[in-house]
Nanobody, 115 residues
Framework: QVQVVESGGGLVQPGGSLRLSCAASRSIFSSNTLGWYRQAPGNSRELVASISRIHYINYGNFVKGRFTISRDNAKNTVYLQMNSLKPDDTGLYYC?????????WGQGTQVTVSS
């Protein structure tokens, strides 16, 4: 049973923007803090940002004001607006609960920042 579906990734030039979306099943979305994670080749998965049901937000140190996480509780969807993208932001981006639940990782959405 698919529980999260990420979308919105793509190829963008340095300095560009992307908006990622994650549609989650109601059972996951409704009672949990949700997070965006990323994994670059050869690196471990890391937290990008998290947002609680009451919109308490936390960002990874590397975000530095460039990304904005949000959630639409009516649509069971969490978003990640990414601006001023850098090549180091390249990777697979996933959503999950925070802390993550091991058996609901989705396929992720690829973000590639390159000129």
């Amino acid at each position: 049973q698919v529980q999260v579906v990420e979308s919105g990734g793509g190829l963008v030039q340095p300095g560009g923007s992307l908006r990622l979306s994650c549609a989650a099943s109601r059972s996951i979305f409704s009672s949990n803090t949700l997070g965006w994670y990323r994994q670059a080749p050869g690196n471990s998965r890391e937290l990008v940002a998290s947002i609680s049901r009451i919109h308490y937000i936390n960002y990874g140190n590397f975000v530095k004001g460039r990304f904005t996480i949000s959630r639409d509780n009516a649509k069971n969807t969490v978003y990640l607006q990414m601006n001023s993208l850098k090549p180091d932001d390249t990777g697979l981006y996933y959503c999950n609960t925070y802390p993550p639940i091991g058996n609901i990782w989705g396929q992720g959405t690829q973000v590639t920042v390159s000129s």
